[in-house]
């Protein structure tokens, strides 16, 4: 079956940084997207960096500048560095792979910030 594991959240000071990672294994389907959404409490999930398999990026307005996606095609793999989070940043961050037909979630990774 399908496994997304996230790796990298935690608890950081405003200023700080974390890398998330990514690994997607068993999937039969090519992957064309991988990205990064977020969902904070009382909010809708909404999606924080995609990034296409042919290297398209797009970002969340509110991230721009700050966060960086990149990935590793061979290892299906997707990585999320973060600078100058903000306690706005504060999420459960969840891994997202889409293929044609289906799509895939990760089961989340937990970021704090604050002091």
């Known amino acids: 079956q399908v496994q997304l594991v996230e790796s990298g959240g935690g608890l950081v000071q405003p200023g700080g940084s974390l890398r998330l990672s990514c690994a997607a294994s068993r999937i039969i389907f090519s992957i064309k997207t991988m990205g990064w959404y977020r969902q904070a409490p009382g909010k809708q999930r909404e999606l924080v960096a995609a990034i296409t398999s042919g290297g398209t990026i797009n970002y969340s307005d509110s991230v721009k500048g700050r966060f960086t996606i990149s990935r590793d095609n061979a290892k299906n793999t997707v990585y999320l560095q973060m600078n100058s989070l903000k306690p706005e940043d504060t999420a459960v961050y969840y891994c997202?792979?889409?293929?044609?037909?289906?799509?895939?979630w990760g089961r989340g990774t937990q970021v704090t910030v604050s002091s």
């Open positions: 997202r792979v889409s293929t044609t037909p289906y799509d895939y």
